[in-house]
């Protein structure tokens, strides 16, 4: 399945004039045969934590605005936005097919402490995961990517990718391409993170949106502009790997359950 991640800057806390902006990257990514097109985290505001900017629910502007754009360019899309939610907003990532459906939705489970997220937004609580030509994806947020545990029980699920929308600074670049290479390596999976570009009032963005393959092998890699990375995601390929390295045999959740109760006593 090719895939496009759409690494843009957007316009800081205008969401209608980047979603004229993201129209452009889907018309380029379908024009390229995309079955997939994928945004930043928050890519419609740009990632604050202290913004009171509103952005709506699952019908609200920028959902609305994917829908559309996703139905009229016939290619399924990943976006993410603050949901309006009580107490707190939740940072959501959301899945849309090429009918322009809604398939799946995913709250960011860890939040941002160092930058105060959490005083922001409430936690998600639960996974989520869709199919699209024959792919099993999951979601994942940014800071999710330093907690393995989460793509671990993706990876008991079956699922052959997890997309990973970010705001991902430029000063932690090295730990970027580490959780991303890591995460797909101890997986036997895809994992692509797609970043913000640029600067904005909270920070200076790597940009370096990268796929790395169930190898751990990065097969795409960004820039530091705005740019549409292509890729391809092949079922038959996490298959195979997870066939002539069968290291999910030799875990042992029991005894690693155990040894976590023994720590906590």
Not at 80 to 89: M, V, Y
Not at 207 to 214: E, I, L, N, R, Y
Request: aromatic share 10%.
């Amino acid at each position: 399945m090719r895939c496009c991640s759409a690494q843009i800057s957007g316009v800081w806390e205008a969401p209608d004039e980047t979603l004229e902006q993201v129209e452009t990257c889907f018309f380029r990514a379908a024009r390229e045969g995309a079955a997939l097109i994928s945004f930043p985290e928050q890519f419609a505001t740009g990632w604050d934590p202290c913004s009171t900017k509103n952005t709506g629910g699952i019908s609200g502007t920028v959902v609305n605005g994917l829908r559309e754009l996703a139905k009229k360019h016939k290619i399924a899309v990943i976006g993410s936005f603050r949901e309006t939610c009580l107490p707190k907003p939740r940072n959501t990532a959301i899945a849309i097919d090429r009918n322009g459906t809604i398939l799946t939705t995913y709250a960011k489970i860890h939040l941002f402490t160092p930058g105060r997220e959490d005083q922001a937004f409430s936690p998600g609580t639960g996974l989520a995961t869709f199919a699209l030509e024959g792919v099993q994806i999951g979601l994942a947020i940014c800071y999710d990517l330093r907690f393995p545990e989460i793509f671990r029980l993706y990876r008991q699920r079956g699922v052959h990718a997890v997309i990973v929308p970010a705001a991902w600074p430029k000063s932690r670049l090295k730990h970027w391409e580490l959780f991303i290479q890591s995460r797909a390596a101890e997986n036997q999976m895809y994992i692509a993170g797609v970043n913000t570009s640029g600067t904005n009032p909270v920070d200076q963005y790597a940009g370096a949106s990268m796929t790395a393959d169930p190898h751990g092998t990065i097969i795409a890699r960004a820039g530091t502009e705005q740019e549409l990375l292509y890729y391809e995601i092949d079922p038959l390929i996490v298959e195979q790997a997870r066939r002539d390295f069968p290291v999910e045999n030799d875990r042992k959740d029991e005894l690693y359950r155990s040894l976590g109760e023994n720590a906590r006593t």
